[in-house]
């Protein structure tokens, strides 16, 4: 079966500063991984996702992902962040039919 | 209405109350799926359904009871919830869980609370 870690349950970082939030999957064959968004009140919203190809992988609003095979890691990242930033970040690996996902990564930006 | 949609979105409840929760998707969606998540605890999927048949069931107490009368609408049915089952209730779709390749769009959930 497969999991995700997500080491970091809080971040806080400066508006403008860049940004890294960790991932670590565990799956046998090749994962499929996504990044998800949670606002406060909100559902989640998919940053962006990887299947395979290229290991860098551009998504919305500015985020991109690096799969790291040797590694097992998927971090995402955002060179500049803005106070919009502010939210949950999930990271999930899927097999079959199925999202398993991390804890969560808890974002505050101070201004 | 566009995506998926959740009511009520918020939802107070005593141990011996029956309430349902609705979700309904217009994405045109053949997959839907029901999520518990809690307090600094990873999304726990409870039910799949494709094609308006259950296809997952994950070890969730009777006390949760799911419908799917069409592709489009997804019911949590509630009855003689404990109160560890206070918690943001999150439904999804895809377009179908033929692979895990379908990516899951989620609905804003509804927050339970149960007294």
């Known amino acids: 079966a497969q999991s995700v870690t997500q080491p970091d349950i809080h971040i806080t970082v400066s508006e403008g500063a860049s940004l890294e939030l960790r991932c670590n999957y565990s799956?046998?064959?090749?994962?499929?991984l996504f990044w998800y968004v949670q606002s406060p009140g909100q559902g989640l919203q998919l940053l962006l996702k990887?299947?395979?190809?290229?290991?860098l992988v551009q998504g919305i609003k500015g985020f991109e992902a690096e799969f790291k095979r040797s590694q097992s890691s998927f971090n995402l990242r955002k060179p500049s962040v803005h106070w919009s930033d502010a939210a949950e970040y999930f990271c999930?690996?899927?097999?079959?039919?199925?999202?398993?996902f991390g804890a969560g990564t808890t974002v505050t930006v101070r201004a | 209405e566009t995506g998926v949609t959740q009511t009520p979105r918020h939802l107070v409840m005593g141990m011996t109350n029956k309430k349902s929760l609705k979700c309904e998707q217009h994405?045109?969606?053949?997959?839907m799926y029901w999520y518990k998540q809690s307090a600094k605890k990873p999304l726990e999927l409870m039910f799949v359904?494709?094609?308006?048949?259950?296809?997952e069931n994950n070890s969730v107490p009777s006390r949760f009871s799911p419908e799917c009368p069409n592709s489009s609408h997804l019911f949590l049915h509630l009855h003689t919830l404990q109160p560890e089952d206070s918690a943001l209730y999150l439904c999804?779709?895809?377009?179908?869980?033929?692979?895990?390749?379908?990516?899951?769009?989620f609905g804003p959930g509804t927050r339970l609370t149960v007294l």
């Open positions: 999804a779709s895809s377009h179908s869980r033929a692979g895990s390749t379908d990516t899951q769009y």
């Open positions: 799956y046998g064959a090749t994962p499929y």
């Open positions: 990887y299947f395979s190809g290229d290991t």
């Open positions: 999930a690996v899927g097999a079959l039919y199925k999202l398993s």
């Open positions: 994405l045109g969606h053949n997959a």
């Open positions: 359904y494709s094609l308006e048949e259950r296809v």
